[in-house]
């Protein structure tokens, strides 16, 4: 029978470690050279606590699951042998893992009633001896003193393991002839499902994969497309896609609604700020200049657009906002003062230069040490501090540069006019 075991490896501190290694990710690539060849094993690597969460979460230990839905348990094996064999070519794929169906002994007794017919015998004769040779059944009840227990017999281990002694087994039939086991079935031992595991009332088999060296989404994207063409699902056969990917559908699905709900709050704040919808307009462009940047990190890192990724955007976007509301505000001062246009976004840019300057280099400096965090909670550090750094070197750049020159063509008027 196949079994679960859960070993947890705890690291030694960074300073003992072997020469050569400098990440986790070394540990776990060794482990896995070293286990490949154990005929019968499906090893999967992941944190202890995160794979506590995704299993009551989701009730599945992997990064993706694919949860096959269907009645037949040799039908949901040979589509998931399938997918497993889709799966391995697929760019990415890493402890792949097929859920176990088999693997559990059953004693089988396969009846030839047209035998136990002519014996006399009925099929609840055999099943009489069968559930009390192996199960037990109940011969007397024994007293002391008040108290009544019953007394069960069966065969001793030796004979209730043995599918052969336990052919042997003899029935009486109604006449009186005493009849072994052989002569009206078959006894024998059969490889069977060690569990059937259930949702939502239908059978379920799961496959299991970690990712490695690519994002999730894309991952999934090109996992579903080749399954689509690759492997036919009988009638009534369904997927469903699990794991840390649902878990990163729902959080996107709920960014979909924030990020433009946190854009138009932005803009709001901006009308009330300056009373014009042009200003508004002109310093709500600064988000696309700070994203340029937090992309072209994301992309040069080898980071990808996770949920910390888009948080990291919704930071990012406040501070290069803030830079812009110091800017042109200035410069608006100045036009009210009775410079030129010119003269004032001249003036504006050399005055302002520091400040925000200084602004986006403290951020940037705060952030800095989560890029090179290794510890617990560094997955979700760096993609953040990845995207906020670069969002702030080009928002910056370009915030002392086009929004100026942009200024010409937003303003429309005198600043006093409007």
Request: glycine residues 10%.
């Amino acid at each position: 029978p196949h079994t679960d075991s859960d070993p947890v490896v705890s690291l030694l501190p960074r300073d003992q470690w072997p020469e050569g290694f400098n990440s986790q990710e070394d540990f776990e690539n060794v482990i896995r050279e070293k286990l490949k060849d154990l005929p019968g094993i499906s090893l999967i690597m992941h944190q202890p606590i995160a794979q506590r969460v995704d299993e009551m979460v989701t009730g599945v230990r992997s990064q993706v699951a694919i949860k096959i839905f269907g009645d037949d348990l040799d039908e949901l094996k040979r589509v998931a042998d399938d997918i497993g064999r889709v799966l391995n070519r697929v760019s990415g794929t890493q402890d792949l893992r097929i859920e176990r169906l088999t693997g559990q002994q059953y004693l089988t007794v396969d009846i030839r009633r047209r035998v136990m017919a002519r014996y006399g015998l009925n099929v609840s004769d055999v099943h009489d001896i069968i559930e009390t040779a192996i199960g037990g059944g109940i011969a007397t009840e024994i007293y002391e003193g008040e108290r009544r227990f019953p007394a069960v017999v069966r065969f001793p281990l030796e004979f209730r393991d043995d599918p052969e002694v336990i052919a042997d087994a003899l029935l009486k039939g109604p006449a009186g002839a005493v009849v072994p086991m052989r002569e009206i079935a078959t006894v024998s031992l059969q490889d069977g499902p060690a569990q059937i595991s259930r949702e939502g009332a239908k059978r379920r088999l799961v496959v299991g994969s970690n990712v490695a060296g690519r994002d999730i989404g894309g991952y999934v994207a090109d996992a579903q497309a080749a399954i689509a063409a690759e492997v036919k699902l009988p009638e009534g056969y369904y997927l469903e896609w699990g794991g840390q990917f649902e878990n990163m559908q729902r959080a996107m699905a709920r960014l979909m609604i924030i990020v433009p709900i946190t854009i138009g709050a932005i803009f709001f704040l901006l009308f009330v700020l300056f009373g014009s919808v042009r200003y508004a307009g002109l310093i709500i462009t600064v988000l696309p200049f700070a994203s340029i940047g937090g992309v072209f990190a994301l992309f040069f890192t080898g980071e990808y657009l996770s949920v910390p990724a888009s948080v990291g955007f919704i930071a990012l976007w406040g501070i290069a906002v803030l830079n812009g509301v110091v800017l042109v505000s200035y410069i608006r001062d100045l036009r009210e003062e009775g410079y030129s246009q010119h003269d004032a976004i001249v003036h504006g840019c050399e005055q302002r230069f520091r400040p925000v300057l200084m602004t986006a280099t403290v951020a940037m400096l705060a952030l800095i040490p989560f890029l090179f965090a290794t510890g617990p909670g560094s997955e979700v550090q760096r993609p953040l501090a990845v995207v906020v750094i670069g969002g702030l070197i080009s928002s910056t750049l370009l915030t002392l540069v086009v929004v100026p020159t942009l200024y010409r063509w937003f303003e429309g008027q005198p600043a006093k006019a409007v």
